[in-house]
């Protein structure tokens, strides 16, 4: 029987139709796949776009005009907003903050999270009782299924902030590991005799390839500071929608420059390079604690493979 299937699997025909269907397969992947993949570019600056004539109309607004943003909220969310005063008693900063760095802007985000708030809650409570008391799908104890109950409630209370924490850790780690390549072209645009504000524009073009977090973050800094009466106020606010120390310390670096009228292009060389070392510092730890974290996966996955990959020919020749 094993000479069989060993015949089977080792026969040259067998092989070539196995490497055939292997590569045609891998061949119509690679065809469809620029078809299937979507234009995050794109995405990312309609948002920006969206965001810049949201600043426009804001500034109009000050000097009397009317203005209206241009994306509104979904009415069903709006009215059940509106009808419960969510933004009076769950609308506070940390939570607009929160919406900042994670990249959603404007009133119909902080409406959208607002409804999850109360929604997610009661959904959660909702689902568990119908799942514990009416389906009785988990013979467990009343006040055990009461408990589940309460930690299914406390979970939808938390899942809209896990997920806003989450997506804005995942932001952070895309400019962290960007941020010294903008900081390198800034330098090279400031001190080729550019404006800080055409610098930032030109870098916010060239580094889309590159971070389109990044990218999005810059065009609207540059937005705002055409926009706004103080630039200081545009860098203040890339420093709170980023969260990030090396994005502080070139945000006060520049208000610094531009109250006192020092020199720009030094202080981004010794920005710049102290991005790049922190960001070699960080590979490093990450490559030196790889060891002990393939300790457990090599034992329970790679020891038990490579033990059948060296003693089943001893068996086979065993058998035979």
């Given amino acids: 029987m094993i000479d069989l299937i060993a015949q089977k699997v080792f026969d040259p025909r067998n092989v070539a139709i196995a490497l055939t269907a292997i590569a045609a397969a891998a061949t119509a992947f690679a065809v469809a796949q620029p078809f299937l993949e979507s234009d995050n570019l794109g995405k990312r600056m309609k948002l920006v776009s969206d965001e810049r004539e949201v600043i426009r109309r804001r500034e109009r607004e000050r000097l009397n005009t009317k203005a209206t943003l241009r994306i509104e909220p979904k009415a069903y969310m709006k009215q059940i907003v509106e009808r419960f005063d969510l933004r009076r008693w769950l609308g506070t900063d940390t939570a607009k903050r929160k919406l900042l760095m994670a990249g959603y802007r404007g009133q119909q985000s902080e ?15 909702l689902g568990s009782i119908f799942y514990l008391f009416v389906l009785e799908a988990l013979d467990q104890p009343y006040l055990m299924r009461i408990g589940i109950v309460i930690a299914c409630a406390y979970g939808g209370i938390k899942a809209p902030e896990l997920y806003l924490v989450n997506t804005s850790n995942k932001r952070k780690a895309e400019i962290k590991r ?10 090279i ?7 800080i504000e055409h610098a930032f524009r030109k870098v916010s073009t060239e580094i889309a390839a590159t971070s389109v977090v990044l990218a999005e973050e810059l065009a609207l800094m540059t937005a ?18 980023v969260g990030l120390e090396p994005v502080k310390a070139v945000v006060t670096a520049l208000i610094q420059a531009e109250r006192y009228g020092t020199p720009v292009g030094q202080a981004l060389r010794i920005l710049a390079q102290e991005s790049r070392d922190q960001r070699m510092t960080d590979a490093e730890k990450k490559a030196a604690s790889l060891p002990p974290k393939l300790t ?24 035979r």
């Avoid at 409406?111 to 409570?125: G, I, N, S």
């Fill in 111 to 125: 409406t959208t999270f607002l409804f999850f708030r109360l929604v997610m809650p009661v959904a959660a409570t």
């Fill in 178 to 187: 960007a941020w010294p390549d903008a900081l390198d072209l800034t330098l």
């Fill in 189 to 195: 645009c400031v001190e080729s005799g550019m404006a």
């Fill in 224 to 241: 705002e500071m055409s926009f706004l009466p103080d630039r200081r106020q545009a860098y203040e606010n890339l420093a709170m929608r």
């Fill in 296 to 319: 457990v996966p090599m034992i329970l996955f790679f020891l038990p493979v490579l033990f059948v990959v060296i003693i089943t020919p001893a068996i086979i020749q065993a058998i």
